[in-house]
């Protein structure tokens, strides 16, 4: 018959708590890493929308702007009343500024747009999201 000696009674218990303890952190940090992944994603994705949106007030302020100068009444960047979002849940802000001056004996005047798409609440929010592109333009 073998003896146990009293100091070893109980070792395979907690090794198999500390087993247990190892998996559950590992399982909890790869739960954590896989909903990052997904925040990350979804920010891409919705950072390409934001950028299209963008775009899209740019374009239209390109060609609106020009074509009825009362829209871009001076020299200091003012707000346009843009188009309505293309993209579903972004909100455009379109300003222009307007400088003329004489060259050659004709008037020549520069435009200068900014477009901006947001979305997503407040700045610094989780779901937040903006993208601003910008543009000149000669007539």
């Given at each position: 018959?073998?003896?146990?000696?009293?100091?070893?009674?109980?070792?395979?218990?907690?090794?198999?708590?500390?087993?247990?303890?190892?998996?559950?952190?590992?399982?909890?940090?790869?739960?954590?890493?896989?909903?990052?992944?997904?925040?990350?994603?979804?920010?891409?994705?919705?950072?390409?929308?934001?950028?299209?949106?963008?775009?899209?007030?740019?374009?239209?302020?390109?060609?609106?702007?020009?074509?009825?100068?009362?829209?871009?009444?001076?020299?200091?960047?003012?707000?346009?009343?843009?188009?309505?979002?293309?993209?579903?849940?972004?909100?455009?802000?379109i300003r222009c500024s307007r400088n003329a001056y004489?060259?050659?004996?004709?008037?020549?005047?520069?435009?200068?747009?900014?477009?901006?798409?947001?979305?997503?609440?407040?700045?610094?929010?989780?779901?937040?999201?903006?993208?601003?592109?910008?543009?000149?333009?000669?007539?």
């Open positions: 018959m073998k003896r146990i000696h009293p100091s070893q009674q109980g070792f395979a218990a907690i090794a198999a708590i500390f087993l247990v303890v190892v998996l559950a952190a590992l399982g909890g940090f790869m739960l954590t890493f896989s909903n990052t992944q997904q925040l990350t994603s979804a920010q891409d994705v919705q950072g390409s929308r934001a950028y299209w949106a963008a775009r899209a007030g740019l374009e239209w302020a390109l060609v609106a702007v020009p074509a009825g100068p009362a829209l871009c009444p001076n020299a200091v960047a003012t707000p346009v009343a843009g188009p309505p979002s293309p993209i579903e849940g972004f909100a455009i802000q004489a060259e050659g004996g004709a008037i020549r005047t520069i435009y200068t747009f900014e477009s901006i798409a947001s979305a997503g609440g407040a700045v610094a929010g989780v779901g937040y999201v903006e993208r601003s592109l910008s543009a000149s333009m000669e007539q």
